[in-house]
């Protein structure tokens, strides 16, 4: 596994988190 998939994934996560009352769809 590179550690660009496991910073993808946090930044995913942080994401879909954050964005989770801002939906930018």
Do not use: E, N, T
Request: charged fraction near 25%; charge should be positive; proline fraction near 8%.
């Amino acid at each position: 596994r590179s550690p660009i998939s496991i910073a993808a994934a946090v930044i995913y996560m942080i994401s879909q988190l954050s964005d989770d009352k801002k939906p930018l769809r």
